[in-house]
């Protein structure tokens, strides 16, 4: 697509409930980023990943949040049994990034999405 | 692991004039880049102006610029002829220059909120 595409763009849950955001990158990007941002504050890093393997995990909170990618393509946040604190909006970003042998040879900046806002009541 | 400090949570400017946002950072790393993103009410983030932490020459993109202060660990963000449109949150950011797969995040600053008065 033209854009990164996050969905959906805002989701009130219960607190108890498991939910799940949804980020399609751009087409051909091969890294994707996971972050978050509390009410004024700047956006926390997540997770990243580099095709469907995800070498850098150590910004998920908790074991409540797991994610998930589907080759080059589609990747899903899953926040289980959702606290009042997880309420945030959650951006996805993704970017050009290949790689061969195991080597990154570049990358060339990052997309955001506008992000899914939820609120956990 | 690096930080970034943004210290001004809000600052505002009258159209027309010219404002300065400041970033300072911390690491321990020689070779990296800064980035200054916006953030309108649209919640996505643009990228306004990039840096390498090589390159001695101060960034510029049309009404945008950066005083880069390597040794002193210094990035603000100057905004010339503000205009009505520049309203926005703006985030500071580092990335590690390394290639290893653990150094490809952006790490952000809490932001500084910009209003335009017109």
């Known amino acids: 697509g033209a854009g990164v595409s996050q969905s959906p763009s805002n989701k009130v849950t219960e607190k108890g409930k498991d939910v799940e955001l949804r980020c399609d990158p751009i087409?051909?990007?091969?890294?994707l980023y996971w972050y978050r941002q509390r009410l004024g504050q700047g956006l926390e890093f997540l997770i990243y990943?580099?095709?469907?393997?995800?070498?850098?995990k150590s910004g998920l909170p908790s074991d409540r949040f797991s994610a998930e990618r589907t080759g080059e393509s589609v990747s899903t946040l899953t926040i289980q049994r959702t606290q009042q604190e997880d309420s945030a909006v959650y951006l996805c970003?993704?970017?050009?990034?290949?790689?061969?042998?195991?080597?990154?040879?570049?990358?060339?900046?990052?997309?955001f999405g506008s992000g899914t806002r939820l609120t956990v009541v | 692991a690096q930080t970034v400090t943004q210290s001004q949570p809000e600052m505002s400017v009258q159209e027309a004039e010219t404002v300065t946002l400041s970033c300072t950072y911390d690491?321990?790393?020689?070779?990296?880049?800064l980035f200054w993103y916006k953030q309108p009410p649209s919640r996505q983030m643009i990228l306004v102006i990039r840096?390498?932490?090589?390159?001695?020459q101060n960034a510029t993109e049309n009404r945008f610029s950066v005083n880069f202060q390597k040794a002193a660990k210094s990035f603000s963000l100057k905004i010339s002829d503000s205009q009505l449109g520049d309203a926005a949150m703006y985030f500071c950011?580092?990335?590690?220059?390394?290639?290893?797969?653990?150094?490809?995040?952006?790490?952000f600053g809490q932001g500084t909120r910009l209003t335009i008065n017109p």
């Open positions: 970003a993704s970017s050009f990034s290949p790689r061969t042998g195991g080597f990154l040879l570049a990358n060339y900046g990052y997309t």
């Open positions: 087409s051909g990007h091969t890294a």
């Open positions: 990943f580099q095709g469907n393997s995800a070498p850098d």
């Open positions: 690491t321990s790393e020689s070779d990296y880049y």
């Open positions: 840096q390498e932490a090589y390159k001695q």
């Open positions: 950011a580092y990335r590690s220059a390394k290639w290893n797969q653990g150094a490809q995040k952006l790490v």
